[in-house]
């Protein structure tokens, strides 16, 4: 079964700061990988999705990378805002499943 | 609305009754998805819907579970003789059609379900 890691599970940044999001998953055999951003009390928001075939995607100040044969994917955040403060979530799709990371909490100081 | 649209936003009921959740997806949005998060658990993928067609069902925690999709539209998501370790927010969601999953996915707030 496909076991995904996000790593750190919390982190606290001050305003300004660069960061790097990090998942891991066991089994490279995945249709893509989705980043998804969670406020408290609300559902998801899709940040980023990365097709197997391609290595990354960027949208705004985010910027997501994957490797498959390391079974790896970054999430990077340029200039942090205290509006990024959320829990970040990255899934990955073999088939017609999605397995979730267990997130990292995002704290931005201002 | 606009978004998608889960009801209720709360359940309360005690352990053994059946309780149904339901989720209205934006308009035109042909997969649906339904999802639980648990505190011990993290996020756990349930199943989705393609049209009112559901092409993998392994993801329900037990044959107590099940999910319809009528119309598609509206899906209903049904746990018979819940239990306690039950209690959790069950998020649904809704994409445009997805092959391969790989369609960004717009989130509803969630059923938070509490089994006394």
Redesign the interface.
């Known amino acids: 079964k496909q076991e995904v890691t996000q790593i750190p599970a919390a982190l606290s940044v001050p305003e300004g700061e660069n960061l790097v999001l990090n998942c891991s998953f066991t089994d490279s055999a995945i249709y893509n990988l989705q980043w998804f951003r969670q406020d408290p009390g609300k559902g998801l928001t899709s940040l980023l999705l990365i097709q197997s075939s391609q290595r990354e995607q960027t949208s705004g100040r985010l910027n997501a990378s994957l490797d498959k044969s390391s079974g790896r994917s970054t999430l990077y955040i340029a200039a942090s805002q205290p509006g990024d403060s959320a829990t970040y979530l990255c899934a990955v799709t073999p088939s017609n499943q999605f397995y979730f990371g267990t997130g990292t909490s995002l704290t931005v100081i201002p | 609305g606009a978004g998608?649209s889960q009801s209720p936003s709360n359940k309360v009921t005690e352990k053994g009754k059946d309780v149904e959740l339901r989720c209205d997806p934006i308009s035109g949005h042909t997969a649906l998805?339904w999802?639980r998060q648990s505190l011990g658990q993290?996020?756990?993928?349930l199943i989705?819907f393609q049209g009112n067609s559901a092409?993998?069902k392994?993801?329900l925690p037990s044959d107590r579970f099940s999910a319809e999709r009528t119309g598609g539209s509206v899906s209903t998501l049904t746990i018979q003789r819940t239990q306690q370790e039950d209690s959790a927010v069950y998020?649904c969601?809704s994409s445009r059609m997805a092959t391969?999953?790989?369609?960004?996915?717009?989130?509803?707030?969630?059923t938070r379900l509490s089994i006394l």
């Open positions: 998608v998805y999802y993290g996020l756990e993928f989705y092409p993998d392994s993801g998020l969601a391969g999953l790989n369609q960004p996915q717009h989130f509803g707030d969630g």
